[in-house]
């Protein structure tokens, strides 16, 4: 099963604009579980943590895996400002991400789903900045392209019974494999959506009643 701790832990690292506010802690001021290290100084700057806290795992693509995951800054005594720009650091690379193509998988879509929440620790004193996100992921890497596989991500929806239409070109009709998800849900060709293949493209329109705008998840298309 996919680790999906160690995707964004991956995702935070390859970002300069978070690991330039980040301290010099072991193993880059970013760790992966629900305890942090022994070691960790926040006179050294702050950190951010990563674990998971819950999520599903998809009823019908078993290689897909839908997780609750908290990240939360660390830092040191009245750096609340700091704290607080390390994690807006954080949203604008995690936030919306789809596609991302790592080393131990893919991240397939993030979305933040609650947050950000500030917090002394009653006894440290130490501010933190922690929000949750829902993280679709797969443990296979190297997944975009046309070509090969492609996910791409439909974060707004029009309004209800307005058509939306995508194309691309470059897949075959007989190779043509793909599934679509809306809101997490698998959606069905014929029902949610139509296909018209000629002329070199192949496009999807979604059929009315199209989903809810006030919808938080986009349209996933996973080929």
Known sequence: MVDVNLLVRELLLSQSSVTALLGTNANSSIYCGYDLPEHFDPTL???????????????????????????RVWANVEKALLASQVYGAIHDVLHGACGISLPDGTIIRSLEVTGPQEVTDPEA???SVHAFYAVMANASAGRIG?????TRHYPIEPPDGELLTFTF???AASNLQ???????DLMDEGVDYS???????TSIT????SPAPAADDGIVAFF
């Open 195 to 201: 296909i018209t293949i000629g002329g070199g493209f």
């Open 206 to 209: 979604f059929l009315p009643p």
């Open 146 to 150: 046309i070509g090969g596989s492609l």
């Open 178 to 184: 793909f599934q679509l998800f809306f809101d997490g």
């Open 169 to 171: 070109s470059g897949q």
């Open 125 to 127: 004193g130490w501010v």
């Open 45 to 71: 700057g702050p950190a951010i943590q990563i674990f998971r806290a819950g999520g599903l795992s998809h009823a019908e693509i078993l290689e897909l895996v839908d997780a609750r995951v908290q990240v």
